[in-house]
């Protein structure tokens, strides 16, 4: 199903359109393209081209508008399209409009939130070119993209920490340690825990409602693995939605919500929602998701790194090849990924991707399989392949 939000203004200036989108304010002229839930609103309309917002007066740097290679990016054109993971939607988009404002509009970029195994599903099936992933390609979906003689490079390109959020209005919730979240998430829940005090004693004796991506997710898959020790065991009695936006405002809502998704959608709705720190039982005791402790590893389990997928044969096509040379300049990473609330990688990262890029290493540096508690090392150490 294809959701798009409704036109309309929401602020001027480039921050102040993607605070639009995270927070699920209808914007102008940006295009989003979700696979949700039922209860979430549809439309069959095609997807639009993001577009570009007036600047501020006052902007602070700005991203570069020239790739690596000295190419002049208004005498390219053609279209461009990206699908996958919500919780990577936001930089995608972002780099998708300042690419666009760099080409003069002449390239058309289309950015979808179909999940992380939604979009490797079209990928895949040579639908699009780029796929957007909160976790690592999987054995399956490598042999599904081999089947059509589809070969990748996979190209990591921001950190972010797995927040899970309850409603301000919420006061007795602070700190959960991971056995707690499993009590609640666990598949064999479903049916028996439902009250706040069945997960600790003393918490009030009231019923609670979970909010969480859907099972095309890449966070759903990797939330999974991370709390209840296998990827996509849940229960199955919560409120599903691959559009984040829809997570938030549930949660927002309902004093007794908990639920889970990226860290930029916690930073952009501000006095919505409320973090949960988190005690990985591990000693570290209870850690609150932030820039730091994402990008130093203390925030755990729930730290992750985030990916670009993109298919080899599209690069041959110059308007691919200069977006993905202009997502991994770092000026622009610099800028961006921290605009949209997650983690930049250290410079020397965006270069080792820029070199694995420009020298066509196809392939991925985890062999099909998820791994927790992945390192910038784990990301640039081992040499991408294909199993």
Known sequence: MAKSPS?????????????????????????????TAPQAPQSTGQPSPAQ????????????????????DLRSLSGNVRLDGSSTVFPVSEAMAEEFQKATGNRVRVTVGISGSGGGFK???????????????????????????????????????????????????????????????????????????????????DRSFKLYGPGPDSGTFDYFTEAINGKEKASRG????????????????????????FGYAYYVENPGKLKPVKIDAEKGG?????SPATIANGSYQPLSRPLFIYVKLAAIERPEVRELVRFYLNTQNANTLIKEVG?????????????KRFEAKQVGTVFGGQSRQGATIDDLVGTAPRTP
């Open 342 to 354: 997650y983690i930049q990688f250290p410079e020397r990262i965006y270069e080792t991707a820029l």
């Open 122 to 204: 079209k990928f895949c099936n040579d639908e699009t070119d780029v796929s957007n992933a909160s976790r690592p390609i999987s054995a399956s979906e490598i042999a599904a993209c081999k089947e059509k003689g589809i070969q990748f490079i996979e190209l990591p390109v921001a950190f972010d920490g797995l927040s899970v959020v309850v409603s301000p209005r919420n006061t007795f919730v602070d700190c959960m340690k991971v056995s707690e979240l499993k009590k609640m998430w666990e598949p064999g829940a479903q049916g028996t825990v439902s009250r706040w005090n069945q997960v600790r004693s003393g918490w009030p």
């Open 285 to 289: 005791g209870c850690v609150a998701p």
């Open 237 to 260: 009695d919560f409120a599903a939605s691959e559009d984040d936006n829809i997570l938030v405002q549930g949660v927002a809502n309902d004093a007794d919500a908990l639920g889970y």
């Open 7 to 35: 036109a309309g203004a929401a602020g001027d200036g480039r921050a102040s359109v993607r605070r639009g989108l995270l927070s699920g304010l209808p914007v102008l002229g940006l295009a989003v393209v979700a696979c």
């Open 52 to 71: 570009s917002a007036p600047a501020p007066a006052a902007q602070p740097a700005k991203p570069a508008t020239q790739p690596a290679a000295k190419t």
